[in-house]
């Protein structure tokens, strides 16, 4: 169960997993987003949308209302014992509150995990931030005494990823407030090629055919991490086509006039593409065939795109192998 407002892409996927009833609001009490457990409270409380917790203070539950106001004034965790037998948990963040409900007889110990999980999530940025901040740095300063262009061009690979894991690093501390994601008009084909710089240092064999419209006007976009979503896409591809040595790649702009103007890139490698049962999985969170595989990128790719009001598409192509259509709309 998904609100339309935008939650913290790692708090959404906590919540996803947890077996109790949880949802995350606004300070204002706007239900941000909740997991499917949540939906029956929300029935329970005759909440509809946009579930907006303030409408409670009038009604036979404005206990709850009040200890989610106090925890927000507090900034300190509410318990809150209902005569039903239920135990509801004020978390106070930040950014927001996270709310989770214990029904009775179930165990209460479960509501201290997501907090846990939070901090860990918050220590592992915190120390992951320092040394991105000595390799930025070092990578800078090599780059001005190098004398090679080669050289130098790798130099500043070093530093644009590093700018752009710093910025990453923002969205898995759920400790910090949410980052406000600059979005700025920037011409499409200028992230590809950013995208492909990443890439191909990792894949350096890889054969990559662009078919660019030239024509594509910018569009306003998080460059940062619209970087990460073809990133994310074309390692998908690439390391499908591990086994295919003259495997090739292909990346081509198009727009898309009807029924709404859209910008189209598509992504089409020669790997063997994928079973019905696998294309149904393909953005499920933690969900990969590859042996090493961690089963995030496709769903992270996913998550940004739907961030910038687009989709992303997955078929098979009718000459082998697997295409990913990003499709987002100019504004």
Request: aromatic fraction near 6%; hydrophobic fraction near 45%.
């Amino acid at each position: 169960m998904k609100a339309a407002a935008k939650p913290v892409p790692v708090l959404s996927a906590a919540l996803e997993d947890m077996a109790l009833p949880a949802f995350f609001c606004s300070a204002g009490g706007h239900v941000l987003h909740g997991n499917e457990e949540a939906a029956s409270v929300f029935a329970s409380l005759k909440l509809k949308k946009p579930y907006l917790l303030s409408t409670l203070e009038s009604s036979a539950h404005a206990e709850i209302w009040q200890a989610f106001a106090r925890a927000g004034k507090t900034h300190q965790r509410i318990k809150l014992m209902r005569g039903s037998g239920e135990c509801w948990w004020f978390s106070p963040r930040e950014d927001g509150i996270l709310v989770i409900v214990v029904p009775p007889h179930a165990d209460e110990s479960l509501a201290l995990t997501p907090t846990l999980s939070m901090h860990v999530s918050a220590a592992l940025a915190h120390e992951i931030r320092n040394p991105l901040l000595s390799i930025a740095s070092a990578a800078s300063l090599l780059s001005s005494s190098l004398t090679q262009e080669n050289d130098r061009t790798l130099a500043r690979l070093i530093q644009r990823e590093a700018a752009r894991i710093e910025a990453l690093m923002l969205t898995l501390d759920p400790l910090s407030p949410s980052p406000e994601h600059t979005r700025e008009r920037i011409n499409i084909h200028e992230v590809l090629e950013q995208s492909i710089a990443s890439v191909q240092a990792i894949f350096p064999a890889l054969i990559l055919i662009k078919d660019y419209d030239p024509s594509i006007p910018d569009l306003k976009m998080d460059s940062a991490r619209m970087t990460q979503v073809f990133v994310n896409l074309l390692r998908n591809s690439a390391e499908a086509m591990s086994g295919n040595a003259s495997g090739r790649i292909t990346l081509a702009t198009r727009i898309k006039q009807q029924p709404q103007r859209m910008l189209i890139v598509s992504v089409s490698d020669e790997g063997c593409g994928f079973s019905d049962d696998v294309r149904g999985k393909l953005f499920v969170p933690f969900s990969s065939t590859k042996t090493n595989g961690k089963g995030l990128g496709l769903s992270i790719a996913q998550a940004i795109v739907h961030q910038h009001g687009g989709t992303v598409l997955a078929e098979n192509s009718a000459t082998g192998g697997a295409v990913f259509t990003v499709q987002l709309p100019f504004k």
